[in-house]
């Protein structure tokens, strides 16, 4: 995530000399890997929390803490029309207790629905919360889930050449879109258990995302 960021923010700085495209293509490509992990740790900790409440709740105190500082490293901007990764972390989140609601099929489609297309305001948006469903529905099928997820990453990397190509840039702009096969030996190596509960694993990721979005526009601004 970081790495990915790095490139992010700096794109322009790593365009300015010859080997910087190429560190960037790497920054970029490396860090595909963030939003699979973070969909799949949001379905591990669906299926292990203790308290789904407060799983989301604390998502969306944290989604609300990140957006002026994704905003900021994003859009250099404190107001932004695009939300945070985490609010569409919370959004699939939603999508997953609708499911396991005992409401009937008619308010089952029509909730997660709703909440998939709300997800085009976020970061990864739609893409998140198929990842999350495939992730969920696939998770006792590795060979499956293994499948699902090479057709959902193709099908981002077709979607990533077209857009390139019909905003006339060159068609290999983002190819680091590739990345995302990254994730695959991840999934082979993956036990089923469940991880630490220890607090520093469980509030990390929740500090880290909105500061070190901070600080690299700090950087930025400063520089």
Request: some cysteine.
């Amino acid at each position: 995530m970081l790495l990915d960021h790095i490139g992010m923010v700096f794109g322009e700085f790593f365009n300015s000399f010859a080997a910087g495209p190429i560190l960037l293509f790497i920054l970029r490509f490396l860090g595909r890997l963030t939003a699979p992990i973070m969909c799949f740790f949001l379905v591990e900790g669906f299926l292990h929390t203790r308290s789904k409440k407060r799983y989301a709740l604390r998502l969306a105190i944290f989604a609300v803490i990140s957006q002026v500082p994704y905003a900021l490293a994003h859009k250099h901007s404190i107001l932004s029309t695009d939300f945070n990764m985490l609010f569409t972390l919370l959004i699939s989140f939603l999508v997953l207790c609708v499911i396991e609601s005992e409401c009937n099929a008619v308010l089952h489609w029509l909730g997660c629905s709703l909440l998939i297309i709300s997800s085009v305001f976020g970061d990864w948006g739609i893409f998140a919360p198929f990842l999350v469903l495939t992730f969920y529905f696939c998770h006792d099928n590795k060979q499956r889930l293994i499948k699902s997820y090479i057709i959902i990453s193709v099908l981002v990397i077709v979607a990533s050449v077209t857009f390139c190509v019909r905003n006339q840039y060159p068609w290999y702009s983002e190819f680091w879109q590739t990345g995302l096969l990254l994730f695959i030996p991840v999934l082979f190596l993956y036990n089923g258990q469940s991880g630490s509960r220890a607090s520093f694993h469980k509030w990390f990721f929740y500090v880290f995302y909105p500061l070190h979005l901070l600080g690299l526009w700090g950087i930025f601004y400063f520089i």
